[in-house]
């Protein structure tokens, strides 16, 4: 006859008892026996966990090196990577409020994005805002111990000096204004206070700079901090509207420099083909709302698209286009590249009317073989543009060359934010607008992700300054 359940529970229970009083008896026989000298039977709970790190097991090189260690790691899952919560990064939400996916899951919270209308309570955003400021705090964290107590290692603090600035602009771009950075140094809380967008930018901005100042070795990885720093910088200063200082930060930059973000099956997984091609909770979209870029009927070789999987979405309704930029786990991820720096000279140009100087800067990429991801774009598939003819028209080329250049490294949003705010763009001539997948209602007017309504816990935010781009 079957043990009925609550017996098996009793009886389990009855089982785990009887085996901790073996233990403790043979403890006490042990201790009774004087085996053990000053032997004490409540040390047997007395355990080591090996995973627990204590403040003070970091006090020195090792330690600020292990502190490095593990920023980068959460640097990873903020952005290219799967994310350790299990959620998705920054780079596929805006990807999301913006043109380049569509939601094909079941989720609210992943539809509520792509229609352009998020709550507050939103949990998938909320779990990507902390991973993006975990990351960013890892970093800064790490910076302090290596300078501290790897007063040598400066290349290694730059690095972390510039993972600030990186995740400090990236939330800059996506996040409404009213950011927050809280700091924990030496064991205090220092509960941050909001930031306009313009304030959390020259945060950036300071961080960049810093960065480039302490790179100064001859090491391999002071030359990489250095040029990851300096399109960093020259990204800032575009969503600054500072354009000719965004140039200069960026001349030095090869064409050729990739800061690669690495995957692996062993410990993170590329969050492209995670959420795209494996999970298909998100799909590559075409014409999005009316204003959404071709991204897939162009057939441009930059953003290599799947064929069309009839409902394949989770959802089992949404056409599934999967990606093939990253049609692995372990696909490498272009993090930076030199070519947002001719790409930010080009805008340069723009602002300066030289359209001389603007097509050149723009024709640069197209002139060798440039590797994204898992694909090798060649100048046969990519021939040189032409000007336009006129200003309009060159905005529109060069933000299509950034979104083609560009797709799923989370710079689609703040561009289109950037077209309203800086190019006087109305919004509903910029983002998806009209009928939200059909009969089911209409976009929204969101233009950026808020922050979301856990940050209250920190009384010094009371919610988004505004919503504005």
């Known amino acids: 006859m079957p043990i009925p359940a609550f017996q098996m529970k009793n009886r389990m229970l009855h089982h785990r008892a009887s085996q901790l009083a073996r233990r403790f008896a043979v403890v006490a026989t042990v201790c009774a026996s004087g085996v053990a000298a000053a032997c004490n039977p409540s040390e047997v709970l007395d355990v080591v966990d090996p995973d627990i790190i204590a403040p003070e097991q970091v006090n020195d090189s090792a330690g600020a090196e292990a502190l490095r260690i593990g920023a980068l790691a959460r640097f990873n899952g903020a952005t290219s990577g799967l994310a350790l919560s299990g959620n998705e990064g920054l780079f596929i939400l805006s990807g999301t409020l913006a043109d380049e996916l569509r939601s094909s899951d079941t989720f609210v919270q992943r539809d509520e994005t792509d229609a352009r209308g998020i709550s507050l309570s939103n949990a ?26 790897a007063v040598s290692r400066k290349s290694q603090a730059a690095e972390m000096l510039f993972v600030e600035a990186y995740m400090e602009n990236l939330m800059a771009e996506t996040l409404c204004s009213g950011l927050t950075f809280s700091d924990f140094i030496e064991g205090a809380e220092s ?20 960065a480039i100042a302490l790179a100064t070795g ?12 300096a399109v960093t910088k020259g990204r800032i200063l575009i969503n600054l509207g500072r354009f000719a200082e965004a140039a200069t930060a960026v001349a030095s930059v090869p064409t050729t420099f990739v800061l690669t973000a690495e995957q692996s099956q062993t410990s993170r997984d590329n969050a492209a083909w995670s959420w795209i091609n494996n999970q298909r909770r998100f799909t590559v979209v075409d014409k999005e709302g009316t204003n959404g870029l071709d991204f897939i009927t162009a057939n441009d070789p930059r953003v290599p698209v799947a064929a069309r999987v009839a409902n394949g979405g989770f959802d089992a309704n949404v056409d599934l286009y999967r990606q093939n930029l990253y049609p692995t786990r372990e696909t490498s991820f272009p993090l930076i590249t030199g070519i947002e720096a001719r790409l930010i000279e080009a805008e340069a140009a723009l602002q300066a009317n030289n359209p001389t100087l603007f097509l050149s800067k723009l024709n640069d990429p197209r002139s060798a073989n440039r590797t994204l991801g898992a694909v090798t774009v060649t100048p046969a598939q990519l021939p040189a543009l032409a000007d336009p003819g006129n200003q309009t028209a060159r905005v529109d080329l060069l933000f299509r060359e950034r979104a083609f250049w560009m797709y799923l490294t989370g710079h689609r949003l703040g561009d289109l934010r950037r077209l309203v705010r800086q190019y006087n763009r109305p919004a509903n001539s910029v983002y998806p607008t009209g009928a939200w997948l059909a009969g089911t209602g209409n976009y929204g007017t969101d233009v950026n992700l808020p922050v979301t309504q856990a940050e209250e816990n920190n009384p010094n935010f009371t919610g988004c300054i505004d919503r504005n781009a």
């Open 191 to 210: 509960l941050g206070e909001r930031n306009t967008t313009v304030q959390a930018l020259q945060r950036a901005l300071a961080h960049a700079d810093s």
């Open 218 to 229: 001859t090491d391999a990885l002071a030359g990489t901090v250095r040029n990851a720093a």
């Open 124 to 149: 998938n955003l909320n779990t990507a805002i902390r991973d993006a400021q975990r990351a960013r705090l890892s970093a800064a964290q790490a910076k302090r111990a290596l300078l501290k107590y």
